[in-house]
């Protein structure tokens, strides 16, 4: 693999993604790389809820105050090498848009939830990324 020079590494603050963060967060110091953290707002997927989630999802203004959270934990890695970013749109678009447009050597995705709902919306994020992106992409599974 070439040298990274900016990781992306999209978060939803799910186990999973915080996972994933970690291991962003370990490449990028490893190799001097900036981490964009990225969390998108679907502005653009109305999925109909047959249950409730186990978990309540964040609140909108909550969401800004988890980023900003997800960067401090990323900087107890990889002190200064972290940046937030809030997007608005499809998830799958909107990160591998950000990652061409914004020059990504790498995007880092969590994988492998387990409620049934929060699963199907993962892989299907993770599959369009692996289907859209114009770099590797890693995905952390549950038990690394």
Same mark, same amino acid.
């Given at each position: 693999?070439?040298?990274? &020079?900016?990781? =992306? =590494?999209?978060?939803?603050f799910?186990?999973? #993604?915080?996972?994933a963060?970690?291991?962003?967060?370990?490449?990028?110091?490893?190799s001097?790389?900036?981490? $964009?953290? @990225?969390?998108?707002?679907?502005?653009?997927?109305? @999925?109909? !809820?047959?249950?409730a989630?186990?978990?309540?999802?964040?609140?909108?203004? #909550? &969401?800004?105050?988890?980023?900003?959270? =997800? @960067?401090?934990?990323? $900087? !107890?890695?990889?002190?200064?090498?972290?940046?937030? !970013?809030?997007?608005?749109?499809?998830? %799958?678009? #909107?990160?591998?848009?950000?990652?061409r447009?914004m020059?990504?050597?790498?995007?880092?995705? %969590?994988?492998?939830? *387990? /409620?049934?709902?929060?699963r199907?919306l *993962?892989?299907?994020?993770?599959?369009e !990324?692996? $289907?859209?992106?114009? =770099?590797?992409?890693?995905? @952390?599974? /549950? *038990?690394?």
């Amino acid at each position: 693999m070439a040298a990274l &020079r900016r990781i =992306c =590494c999209p978060v939803d603050f799910s186990e999973a #993604s915080r996972r994933a963060l970690f291991h962003a967060a370990a490449l990028a110091a490893e190799s001097h790389a900036q981490l $964009d953290i @990225v969390h998108v707002e679907d502005g653009g997927r109305h @999925v109909p !809820v047959v249950f409730a989630p186990p978990a309540p999802f964040p609140r909108p203004a #909550s &969401r800004r105050v988890d980023l900003e959270a =997800c @960067v401090r934990e990323a $900087d !107890v890695v990889a002190p200064g090498l972290s940046v937030p !970013v809030l997007l608005s749109g499809s998830p %799958g678009e #909107s990160i591998t848009r950000f990652a061409r447009e914004m020059g990504v050597d790498l995007i880092v995705l %969590g994988g492998g939830s *387990r /409620p049934l709902l929060a699963r199907l919306l *993962r892989e299907s994020v993770v599959e369009e !990324v692996l $289907d859209r992106a114009t =770099c590797p992409v890693l995905v @952390v599974p /549950p *038990r690394a």
